[in-house]
């Protein structure tokens, strides 16, 4: 499986931003996809993540009520609808996908500036 991610960017407090996670292979194996995010000195840590059979959703408590994650199961892809973004939200964003075994994306970056 691999994964692809698209759009982050520069944007300015109260902006918003929709990144994009594109699977490609053995997308059968895939039965949950998340985002996690990692800011400079910081560990990773889960934004939110989403089963491909239900579509049931989780959040991290700093982005509920900002954050949407959602997916098209017939383009492979999952998205993250991110508004009211703040300067805290400034990391590197990582698309994972679960099955087996864990994919993970190459990362993209979001930098909100104040």
């Known amino acids: 499986v691999q994964l692809v991610e698209s759009g982050g960017g520069l944007v300015q407090a109260g902006g918003s931003l929709r990144l994009s996670c594109a699977a490609s292979?053995?997308?059968?194996?895939?039965?949950?996809m998340g985002w996690y995010r990692q800011a400079p000195g910081k560990q990773r840590e889960v934004v939110a993540g989403?089963?491909?059979?239900?579509?049931?959703?989780n959040y991290a408590d700093s982005v509920k009520g900002r954050f949407t994650i959602s997916r098209d199961n017939a383009k492979n892809t999952m998205y993250l609808q991110m508004n009211n973004l703040k300067p805290e939200d400034t990391a590197v964003y990582y698309c994972h996908a679960r099955g087996v075994l864990s994919y993970w994306g190459q990362g993209t970056q979001v930098t909100v500036s104040s």
């Open positions: 989403i089963t491909i059979g239900g579509g049931s959703t």
């Open positions: 292979g053995s997308t059968f194996r895939i039965n949950a």
